[in-house]
């Protein structure tokens, strides 16, 4: 495995400083600010100061990488030296978005450098960089199985000068956020075309725009994840000009595999955070509290759960390594199996550590007095988002027969 760069070590030593200064003594304020508000979609106070505080220290777009970072003075950092970065920001849950690092917008920032016209990059990637404004990336439908992208229904079509577009969204990610502005948007435009992957188009569709209409929020768990929710969708005659189209008719599958890679691995990378922040809360809570005459740290089932979080996690950890290493080799398309095998693997991993550290806080682990019942959510939902795990292990299992059977 190879070293973290000096420019990762670096920027790791700042974020951590910043996460002890700014983030962690304020997680109860936030909370507060957000249980307070008016409208629980709407920008907190908290968040846009502690921007203000992450752009000044240096610390904003971290995730982009190498290949793109013409499009902005921070950043530039490979897979691998990035990873430690997410981890420390997945610590904390909505922590990301002080860093301009949140899905989906990351995501989307990307295929707006990778894939967009300059117009479309002036008009929507410059606000985004700066984090002016959020995105959301519009892909699930309820009325079908969208694990396989392939069976997306809502329907792309050419009008003159238009894209008409006809169709119902669910759980797409920040639609709800007041300062969401645009959606990138999949749809069926070709049904006909012999080429299940040539028929779908990605376009971009202003969220003012008439006849897009947001349902409802919806909830994972309980948990709307508000601010930026997730969201049912519905799309009635929605027009929008031909110039909205990303990189051509017919390409929207590629862009959806280009998008979704990198995207898989950051939940990944976030997830360690997440678990091994429960896990050292955890080994504190153990040496505070005491039952039958003895600190909860001394009963060896409590021994053995610690050690056996401890080992998974550092597993899991150094898997997400090893794929970023790949990726930064050979690409992500040629990771995919790692890729893989980490999109099933980590969040399965941290839904069980996080699981184990809420047992060992008794009943407040269930409460949000601690940052775990949000967290195994997250976890929980990862292994949906982005694909379920019985389609990557599909595709790995395939991969992996065809590698060592020689076919």
């Not at 002080?98 to 300059?118: I, L």
Request: aromatic share 8%.
């Amino acid at each position: 495995m190879s070293e973290f760069s000096e420019k990762s070590r670096q920027y790791q030593a700042q974020l951590s400083v910043f996460m002890d200064e700014h983030i962690y003594p304020r997680e109860r304020e936030y909370a507060q600010q957000l249980h307070s508000a008016e409208n629980r979609f709407s920008p907190l106070p908290i968040m846009d100061e502690l921007k203000e505080k992450a752009k000044t220290a240096g610390l904003w777009n971290l995730y982009i990488p190498p290949s793109l970072a013409q499009f902005s003075d921070h950043g530039g950092l490979s897979n691998l030296d990035y990873a430690p970065l997410a981890e420390i920001m997945g610590r904390v849950l909505w922590s990301p978005e002080v860093f301009n690092c949140n899905a989906p917008d990351t995501g989307n920032m990307e295929v707006f450098m990778k894939y967009a016209t300059e117009a479309q990059q002036d008009r929507w990637l410059r606000p985004l960089l700066n984090g002016d404004i959020r995105s959301s990336y519009a892909m699930t439908e309820p009325q079908v199985a969208s694990s396989d992208a392939t069976n997306i229904e809502l329907s792309i079509t050419q009008e003159e000068d238009e894209w008409v577009l006809n169709g119902r969204k669910w759980f797409i990610t920040g639609a709800l956020y007041e300062r969401c502005k645009i959606f990138i948007v999949m749809g069926k435009s070709d049904p006909e075309n012999p080429s299940r992957h040539k028929q779908q188009t990605q376009v971009l569709v202003p969220k003012e725009t008439p006849g897009l209409s947001i349902i409802r929020p919806l909830t994972t768990l309980g948990y709307d994840d508000a601010p930026l929710g997730h969201a049912e969708l519905v799309f009635e005659n929605v027009r929008v000009p031909l110039e909205n189209v990303l990189l051509g008719e017919g390409r929207g599958f590629e862009i959806a595999q280009g998008r979704l890679g990198p995207g898989r691995i950051h939940h990944c990378m976030r997830l360690i955070g997440s678990a091994q922040r429960s896990l050292e809360m955890t080994c504190k809570r153990v040496e505070e509290r005491t039952t039958f005459g003895r600190t909860l740290s001394q009963h060896q089932s409590v021994r053995e759960d610690i050690a056996k979080s401890f080992s998974e996690i550092e597993m899991m950890r150094l898997l997400v390594l090893k794929t970023c290493q790949k990726m930064d080799e050979v690409g992500a398309k040629e990771a995919m199996d790692l890729i893989a095998a980490s999109k099933v693997s980590v969040p399965l991993m941290a839904q069980t550590v996080i699981d184990r550290c809420m047992q060992m806080h008794g009943a407040g682990g269930l409460t949000e007095d601690y940052p775990m019942a949000e967290a195994f959510n997250y976890a929980r939902w990862c292994r949906q988002a982005d694909g379920p795990d019985q389609v990557h292990q599909m595709a790995l299992g395939k991969a992996v027969i065809k590698r060592y059977a020689g076919q």
